[in-house]
């Protein structure tokens, strides 16, 4: 806007004039799909039989998972508890097995 109140201002800008090519489809089918790099493996045959590495996998996964879970539960004070009740009631159990060996050991003497 200019300071003057006398000039007219057109609000419709002027059309441009638009230059466009028209191109015309390619008649040469498309090119073919590249080939896979590397087929996934999926642990399976395409038959559905699960493979030897991936049972393998399977296997040593969960082994080492239990292992670590009996690792991790020894370190707590319940597992730490759990274990010192496993010794007592092995060491009660020797104690009664050695004096009802003592009895019978006496029984015989008796006889």
């Known amino acids: 806007m200019s300071g003057d ?5 057109d609000p419709t800008p002027e059309p ?3 230059t466009a090519e028209i191109v015309e489809p390619d008649s040469a089918p498309p090119p073919p799909p590249p080939p896979p790099a590397e087929a996934l493996d999926t642990g399976y045959t395409p038959g559905g039989v ?3 590495e991936s049972v393998r996998e399977k296997i040593e996964t969960r082994y080492g ?6 690792e991790l539960a020894a370190e707590t004070p319940e597992g730490r508890s759990v ?5 007592e009631r092995q060491r009660a159990a020797a104690e009664r097995l050695e004096q ?3 009895s019978m050991r006496q029984d015989e003497g008796k006889s």
């Open 5 to 9: 109140p006398t000039a007219e201002e």
């Open 50 to 52: 699960p493979t030897f």
């Open 83 to 87: 274990e010192e009740q496993y010794e």
């Open 16 to 18: 441009q004039e638009v």
């Open 100 to 102: 009802i060996r003592k």
């Open 65 to 70: 998972t239990a292992i670590g879970a009996t």
